[in-house]
């Protein structure tokens, strides 16, 4: 069953003083390692590059080419897939409150009907507000 990671679950492989490094880490290679998909979606790796690169956020941030060569190892595996908007996004995202969304709702909406449309259901992330949701399994890794 196919499966995606939300930017935090990143963020915290790549701060080696984060108590849920390792774990962060291993989840990760153990879904890249497959058999199953696991889909980065646009929204989570540019989430990602913008947290991991911030000094306000992550001390030390990472340089902008350590994040994007941490993107690259990932992309790169045969179980890794990214992707996009497909036609019947925006009627999606209608349908799930996308147009009525405010704040940090509204990236978390995003990357919810991306799922959504691709039929991803699995979602790892430690923000809660996903589970609004009800098409999608949250799963906190370190709970």
Do not use: C, K
């Not at 790796?45 to 911030?54: D, E, F, Q, S």
């Not at 209608?94 to 919810?112: C, I, Q």
Request: hydrophobic share 40%; proline share 6%.
């Amino acid at each position: 069953m196919s499966a995606s990671i939300d930017a935090n679950i990143l963020v915290h492989a790549s701060n080696d003083r984060d108590e849920n490094s390792v774990r962060a880490r291993e989840l990760i290679r153990r879904l890249a390692e497959g058999p199953d998909i696991l889909y980065l979606f646009w929204p989570t790796i540019l989430g990602y590059l913008r947290i991991a690169t911030n000094p306000a956020i992550l001390r030390p941030p990472l340089t902008p080419s350590e994040a994007t060569t941490n993107i690259d190892r990932l992309v790169s595996r045969p179980h890794v897939r990214t992707q996009g908007e497909g036609a019947s996004f925006w009627r999606l995202f209608r349908e799930s409150g996308g147009t009525t969304a405010r704040g940090n709702a509204v990236p978390d909406t995003h990357l919810a009907v991306l799922m959504r449309e691709n039929g991803v259901r699995i979602l790892s992330t430690r923000d809660r507000g996903f589970r609004r949701f009800d098409f999608l399994d949250v799963r906190d890794p370190f709970a």
